[in-house]
């Protein structure tokens, strides 16, 4: 049963004939019939990528990319032996051809294989930064204007920071272990972003920033790894966020064991008593200071300004010694009053 018109319904389709809105003159047949539907327009629909590249999330990247940097910069010092800081920058996702359009081609590009992961990644250091690594490594000064150069690497100078982008595969190789053992190496280098073709150009990637300043220079460094490698580890990242960066340091350990070798001094403290400085202006050999403490009574070991022991006066090898009692946790002088020094 076809439906019928409403009034409203019937006035509205006069004013569309009266105005050109609808042919009259037309005989198409708009009625429904079933199974003659026109064929509609098919969209293609990704559900990988339904939220947009923009909106692509990874729990817990940040904490990586902070193990990341620190490592850059303990690597960095050592290479170039002066102090560089390096400081995440933040991160963002997109597709990968438009990235590389935003690349002025100045800076160096090192290709990255992450095996077993499933695609490699991009380690891009700006131009400014590129150029200050040439010029420190062959010994020459960042103070110049030589900086500036508008120009790309050349041969020699792209060999010249071959190194250092080999000390930042290692160091992602070491941010990466606690989630996964990755082979982290330098495959080539690159100064025209076109010949950079990691995966698909519509592939999704993620850019992570970081700065770098050197004296006083500072440029940029960026991590690009695909989507494609990071999503094996999303689960491990969420469940395994904590741990990382934990794993004690060669250099925390080579300074925790050159602490216990060094040499502390150490104060026997007997007593201590008040004087108005009349009465310490008067003090003339063979005078006696009253010190109103027992010769039993226990006294402190005093280490940097801070009581640590109380111990019992005796002697040894007919010497005068010290027993250790007992731990002074709180700090407080538990074995005497005060601060007559007698050192050993």
């Given at each position: 049963m076809e439906r019928i018109l409403s009034k409203d319904e019937i006035s509205e389709l006069l004013a569309a004939v009266k105005h050109g809105e609808i042919d009259p003159e037309s005989h198409e047949d708009r009625s429904y019939q079933p199974g003659a539907a026109k064929p509609r327009e098919v969209r293609r629909l990704d559900l990988t990528r339904a939220q947009g590249m923009g909106n692509w999330r990874m729990p817990n990247l940040d904490i990586l990319l902070e193990?990341?940097?620190?490592?850059?910069?303990?690597?960095?010092?050592?290479?170039?032996?002066?102090?560089v800081a390096v400081k995440p920058a933040g991160s963002k996702s997109m597709d990968f051809e438009p990235y590389l359009q935003r690349l002025s081609g100045k800076g160096s590009i090192g290709i990255v294989g992450l095996d077993p992961l499933k695609a490699p990644g991009l380690l891009i250091f700006d131009g400014q930064l590129s150029f200050a690594l040439v010029e420190i490594l062959l010994g020459g000064s960042i103070d110049s204007q030589l900086l500036s150069l508008d120009r790309t690497l050349t041969a020699i100078e792209k060999n010249v920071i071959r190194g250092v982008l080999s000390d930042c595969c290692s160091d992602l190789q070491k941010a990466l272990q606690p989630l996964i053992e990755v082979q982290a190496t330098l495959a080539q280098i690159e100064t025209n972003p076109r010949l950079v073709n990691i995966v698909a150009p519509d592939a999704g990637i993620v850019i992570a920033e970081f700065g770098v300043s050197v004296d006083n220079l500072s440029g940029s460094l960026s991590l690009v790894i695909p989507h494609a490698?990071?999503?094996?580890?999303?689960?491990?990242?969420?469940?395994?966020?904590?741990?990382l960066g934990r794993k004690e340091?060669?250099?925390?350990?080579?300074?925790?064991?050159?602490?216990?070798?060094?040499?502390?001094?150490?104060?026997?403290?007997?007593?201590?008593i008040s004087l108005k400085v009349r009465d310490i202006l008067n003090l003339k050999e063979g005078d006696i200071i009253d010190l109103d403490v027992g010769p039993?009574?226990?006294?402190?070991?005093?280490?940097?300004d801070l009581p640590k022991f109380s111990a019992k006066v005796g002697t040894r090898n007919r010497k005068k010694a010290v027993k250790i009692r007992e731990r002074i946790i709180d700090g407080t002088d538990k074995g005497s009053n005060g601060s007559t020094d007698v050192k050993y």
């Open positions: 193990n990341f940097a620190r490592h850059l910069s303990i690597s960095f010092t050592n290479r170039l032996q002066r102090y490698s990071l999503e094996p580890l999303r689960d491990k990242l969420r469940d395994r966020a904590m741990p340091s060669r250099w925390s350990m080579q300074v925790r064991e050159d602490l216990k070798s060094m040499e502390l001094e150490c104060v026997a403290r007997l007593a201590s039993e009574e226990p006294i402190s070991i005093v280490i940097g």
